[in-house]
């Protein structure tokens, strides 16, 4: 393993963020498996171009309170204690050219889909919708015209698909002023 000089951050008990010139994203502690979804209790490390200066910035998608963490040099975005995450992907969901972090916030019995992203010069929520009715139990970000993301690519979406325990799974995509359902 090569050594570089490194900052640390802590992101959540037991895992660490590390990085440092020519350091690729590390994670202690956390084995995930799915690069565009994630609702476990250890974070999932995305890197992707997040305010669109052609570098990576890295975000840590966990669970709980504060769930959402966006590095940037040093800057560091963190997810509002109101909200808890429950489930969180990368991707540009709304068309802005730039991914966001799609998720799930839960504040108490409530749900809301939340956008956080770059906007207006600074990381924050560019969108949180009213409570969704039905209550998602969780989704995953698909394309409508069926094609299959590359590899980890993160921006690939164009729609967000929510599952549901008692009725069917519901699709909707971004018309420029909110999710609208689609067949």
Known sequence: ???FPAISVILAAGTILV?????????????ATHPYSHSAAKPLLVEADFD????GEFASLG???GGVVIVDGDSIYRSRGKWSVAQAAVADLDGSGLPEVVALLDSGEKRR?????WHGGAYRERLVSRPLAPRPDGFRLIRLDGSA?????????????????DAPSAR??????????VE
């Open 1 to 3: 393993m090569s050594l």
């Open 19 to 31: 990085l440092g010139a020519g350091c690729s994203l590390a994670a202690a502690d956390s084995a």
């Open 52 to 55: 669109g200066d052609e570098r």
């Open 63 to 65: 669970s709980g309170p």
């Open 113 to 117: 889909l939340g956008l956080i992203g």
């Open 149 to 165: 993301p590359r590899p980890m690519e993160t921006q690939w979406a164009d729609a967000i698909e929510f599952f549901y325990k």
């Open 172 to 181: 909707f995509r971004w018309n420029g002023f909110g999710f609208v359902h």
